[in-house]
């Protein structure tokens, strides 16, 4: 009787061992890690708020980068499963195969993005022999290229340097740069005392639009769709409540100092600063405009740019295939 005892004992703890491995397998999968930037849009007071950790059970691990380029190194490397990237990183991911998808639209740049010079530089032409720094194959680094191109303006005609943005603001207050094509918070410090030659929005008129936008790895969508479809409603959420009442914030709008912490910005510029992007409804977003077909146009145009430049091999024949519209579809309902 006690060696039945013993082994019933026995497996009973083989079974519990059993049961608490997959818990905490299941446990483990309910862990996503999130890299954004320092964009100041109403996402960030989501993150502030824990409303999508509390809406979903997941454990959210915010980690910050200093532009697009590094969110698409991180997500190759298997380290972050979702990320925000401008159209000009995201282009290049997709066309070297990364296996990522757009699924919102997190902001329309338009006049976000500025190119700031020395006050003397008069005119694009006369950045020839100039220093400009900004993120390489960021959306900034795309329409800064354009810039020069459309002036007549060859690529060895300026010294265009790699820097990242905290990098382009300290290179600026000491002198060593003419210019920079860059986005807030480091535009807002360094035009003033500078002067604008033209802006991502000025560009985008052109025929060249840029935006930033959230991507994710396609198989972890396939695998947690219900979190990403919770964090979908949470951004059209705040975005609306951004449209609604964004006027009214002041610095001290608790939506504001949110914005402010998780970019590093002064809460003063932060309204400013919102008010440069332009945040599509659930219903733009799977417009034609942006996920129904503007993206991938986008996305083809800034591919084949960053083919010219010898950023990317290959162009795709379809970038359609690297978006979806299923979640902000479903994010109004």
Request: hydrophobic share 45%.
């Amino acid at each position: 009787m006690k060696l039945s005892i013993t082994k019933m004992a026995k497996s009973m703890l083989v079974v519990a061992s059993t049961c608490m491995a997959f818990g905490s397998m299941a446990q483990a999968k309910k862990e996503v890690t999130f890299a954004h930037q320092d964009m100041m849009v109403p996402l960030r007071v989501v993150m502030e708020s824990g409303e999508l950790e509390k809406a979903t059970g997941y454990k959210i691990n915010w980690r910050m980068f200093g532009g697009g380029g590094d969110v698409i190194r991180a997500m190759a490397s298997g380290d972050v499963q979702i990320g925000e990237a401008g159209s000009s990183p995201v282009a290049a991911a997709v066309s070297q195969g990364q296996d990522i998808q757009l699924f919102w639209i997190l902001d329309d740049i338009s006049d976000a993005e500025a190119l700031v010079v020395k006050k003397g530089i008069a005119s694009i032409k006369d950045l020839k022999g100039k220093k400009v720094a900004t993120p390489f194959v960021s959306t900034s680094h795309y329409q800064l290229m354009l810039a020069l191109k459309m002036e007549g303006l060859k690529t060895s005609d300026v010294n265009v340097m790699n820097m990242r943005p905290p990098e382009i603001a300290a290179a600026w207050e000491r002198g060593d740069i003419d210019g920079a094509f860059i986005w807030d918070p480091i535009l807002t410090k360094i035009k003033s005392n500078g002067n604008i030659l033209t802006t991502s929005g000025q560009i985008g008129k052109k025929g060249f639009p840029t935006f930033d936008g959230l991507v994710v790895n396609r198989q972890w969508a396939l695998e947690n769709k219900d979190f990403v479809l919770a964090l979908t409603k949470a951004l059209a959420k705040a975005d609306a409540e951004y449209r609604a009442n964004g006027a009214k914030w002041t610095t001290d709008s608790p939506q504001v100092k949110a914005i402010a912490k998780w970019t590093k910005a002064d809460a003063k510029d932060v309204t400013r600063s919102m008010a440069l992007y332009k945040f599509p409804t659930p219903q733009e977003q799977i417009s034609a405009t942006w996920l129904g077909g503007g993206a991938a146009k986008a996305l083809k145009d800034t591919a084949e740019f960053l083919k010219e430049q010898g950023r990317v091999k290959d162009v795709a024949a379809d970038y359609s295939k690297f978006i979806t519209t299923e979640f902000a579809a479903k994010a109004s309902n």
